[in-house]
């Protein structure tokens, strides 16, 4: 009997061993002297990572299988990475929507550009998207988005200068002989649509750049001095800004943290005859950019 059992046990083993020998090699790559050699198997799937070798330093070489029910073989679907010089990464198949809420909180020093004599520095503050939408590329380094959000900008007049409305326009009173303590400012609120495109470099530093169209929708003036003892003040409404005017922008540092922030504003303010001609430069910090 146990003759027997050795005779059935021969057989079948033989039987493998033909069968075996019949599945023809599969070499899909060979690889001298290499430095790393992982393998992993997650969720039905094998991978191969090769790092280094003796003759090329920078080859990296990654295979892949799994089974997938939609291929009807035996051997599964194939995914089959040839060699690069970076790390061998797999990028994602589809890009990501979002939507984002305050981002970009912004203040900052506004510098008037061809600004009339006694115009002189001012700030801004505001957050240029409150909400936006957002696609990321599926290589996870590249976004663009486009938002709402909201501005609010200050110039202020030096050299004892102050503001007067004459008619429709606002005009710049140099000082007189007797005037104090001369305070006047040219205030602005204003919607923003920016177009923002923003690019990884290395971790979280990248940049942003892009165009945010101002709807400058309030726009006021006031001017304070003291003559003697008395103290005048005046507020000047009704003032005549552009309705739209563009700026163009460049944010660099640690993306979705800080960063610094350049705005350059090229269409003029004001609207011609209706008072100060200037262009305006701004440079600041930026909160979630």
């Given at each position: 009997?146990?003759?027997?059992?050795?005779?059935?046990?021969?057989?079948l083993?033989?039987?493998?061993?033909?069968?075996?020998?019949?599945?023809?090699?599969?070499?899909?790559?060979?690889?001298?002297?290499?430095?790393?050699?992982?393998?992993?198997?997650?969720?039905?799937?094998?991978?191969?990572?090769?790092?280094?070798?003796?003759?090329?330093?920078?080859?990296?070489?990654?295979?892949?299988?799994?089974?997938?029910?939609?291929?009807?073989?035996e051997?599964?679907?194939?995914?089959?990475?040839?060699?690069?010089?970076?790390?061998?990464?797999?990028?994602?198949?589809?890009?990501?929507?979002?939507?984002?809420?305050?981002?970009?909180?912004?203040?900052?020093?506004?510098?008037?550009?061809?600004?009339?004599?006694?115009?002189?520095?001012?700030?801004?503050?505001?957050?240029?998207?409150?909400?936006?939408?957002?696609?990321?590329?599926?290589?996870?380094?590249?976004?663009?988005?486009?938002?709402?959000?909201?501005?609010?900008?200050?110039?202020?007049?030096?050299?004892?200068?102050?503001?007067?409305?004459?008619?429709?326009?606002?005009?710049?009173?140099?000082?007189?002989?007797?005037?104090?303590?001369?305070?006047?400012?040219?205030k602005?609120?204003?919607?923003?649509?920016?177009?923002?495109?923003?690019?990884?470099?290395?971790?979280?530093?990248?940049?942003?750049?892009?165009?945010?169209?101002?709807?400058?929708?309030?726009?006021?003036?006031?001017?304070?001095?003291?003559?003697?003892?008395?103290?005048?003040?005046?507020?000047?409404?009704?003032?005549?800004q552009?309705?739209?005017?563009?700026?163009?922008?460049?944010?660099?540092?640690?993306?979705n943290?800080?960063?610094?922030?350049?705005?350059?504003?090229?269409?003029?303010?004001?609207?011609r005859?209706?008072?100060?001609?200037?262009?305006?430069?701004?440079?600041?910090?930026?909160?979630?950019?």
């Amino acid at each position: 009997m146990s003759r027997i059992f050795t005779f059935i046990t021969a057989l079948l083993t033989a039987a493998a061993l033909h069968a075996a020998t019949d599945i023809p090699a599969d070499t899909v790559i060979t690889v001298r002297n290499p430095d790393n050699i992982t393998i992993t198997s997650t969720d039905g799937k094998t991978a191969v990572s090769i790092r280094g070798s003796r003759n090329n330093p920078k080859f990296n070489y990654l295979y892949e299988i799994e089974a997938d029910s939609t291929i009807d073989n035996e051997f599964g679907a194939l995914s089959l990475s040839l060699p690069f010089s970076s790390a061998p990464e797999r990028p994602a198949r589809h890009g990501k929507h979002e939507i984002l809420a305050f981002r970009d909180m912004q203040v900052g020093l506004s510098i008037p550009g061809n600004a009339p004599h006694g115009l002189g520095k001012g700030w801004e503050i505001g957050i240029m998207r409150i909400v936006a939408y957002s696609y990321t590329a599926p290589n996870r380094k590249s976004s663009f988005s486009f938002g709402v959000g909201a501005m609010y900008r200050q110039w202020h007049l030096t050299n004892g200068y102050t503001l007067a409305g004459e008619g429709d326009a606002l005009v710049f009173l140099p000082p007189v002989e007797g005037m104090t303590d001369q305070k006047a400012t040219i205030k602005s609120a204003s919607i923003t649509v920016p177009i923002v495109y923003t690019q990884r470099l290395r971790h979280t530093f990248g940049f942003s750049l892009g165009v945010a169209a101002n709807f400058n929708v309030c726009t006021k003036a006031s001017s304070a001095y003291t003559d003697g003892n008395i103290r005048y003040s005046r507020s000047i409404d009704g003032l005549h800004q552009r309705i739209l005017t563009p700026d163009f922008f460049l944010t660099i540092g640690s993306i979705n943290n800080i960063g610094i922030y350049a705005k350059y504003s090229p269409v003029k303010f004001m609207k011609r005859i209706y008072g100060p001609q200037f262009t305006n430069f701004t440079i600041g910090l930026s909160l979630g950019f």
